[in-house]
């Protein structure tokens, strides 16, 4: 019979390990953006080639570019930024299905627990772009807006791309969470949408010159 005891002690050391190897490869990534969005929107879907492009864009700007490192989104952002002057970094996550690593990264970590991985991704961002996506896409975002609610993180740019797709969420954000109370009117302020890639470019580098103005006390992630 399994020592529970024993088991859960040694669950503790994974957890750990995870820790140590994301926080070592990672400290000195420098400016950084995670893009997030589905592992099921593939070539043919023009959100793929708008998140190719994008992670270009910042690649060449001197920002990184972190993904969850599988297909769809992931590997659309992982390509457009791999070779082209900053770090295209994958943290995978092991799943039965679907999360499969794509080949274009240049940093690779890979997680057997979400909440470990989420902290790499909220620790080492300083902007989330997120385009569409399913239930650990909206996690993610989320997560983002509540860690920000709650002044848990300090406030950065978080994008929604795609009005399209984004704006039944928007609608019912509006008509019954605000108004039922449940968030303030202003938190809908935590983020913006944008319809065109070029508009994020200029917000992120925006935020990195203000970060860069800060001292470097100022600058660390309260996480």
């Given amino acids: 019979m399994e020592d529970l005891k024993t088991s859960e002690a040694w669950r503790v050391f994974r957890i750990q390990a995870e820790l140590i190897d994301g926080i070592e490869t990672l400290n000195e990534l420098g400016p950084a953006v995670s893009i997030f969005g589905s592992a099921r929107l593939m070539p043919d879907s023009p959100y793929y080639e708008s998140a190719r492009q994008l992670a270009s864009s910042l690649s060449q700007a001197g920002i990184a570019v972190i993904t969850g490192g599988g297909p769809g989104i992931m590997c659309a952002a992982n390509k457009g930024a791999v070779n082209q002057g900053s770090r295209s970094v994958g943290l995978n996550i092991e799943l039965p299905h679907e999360q499969i690593a794509n080949p274009n990264q240049d940093t690779h970590l890979s997680f057997r627990y979400f909440f470990v991985r989420k902290l790499m991704f909220v620790k080492y961002s300083m902007g989330y772009i997120v385009f569409p996506g399913g239930f650990g896409t909206l996690d993610e975002f989320f997560e983002a807006l509540t860690l920000m609610q709650t002044q848990k993180i300090r406030h950065f740019p978080v994008i929604l791309f795609g009005s399209a797709f984004w704006q039944g969420l928007l609608d019912w954000l ?50």
């Fill in 174 to 223: 509006k008509q019954e969470v605000v108004k039922l109370g449940c968030i303030d009117a202003e938190d809908m302020f935590l983020f913006r949408v944008v319809d065109d890639v070029d508009e994020i470019l200029p917000i992120m580098k925006a935020h990195v010159d203000t970060l860069s103005s800060l001292s470097q006390n100022d600058q660390r992630s309260p996480i």
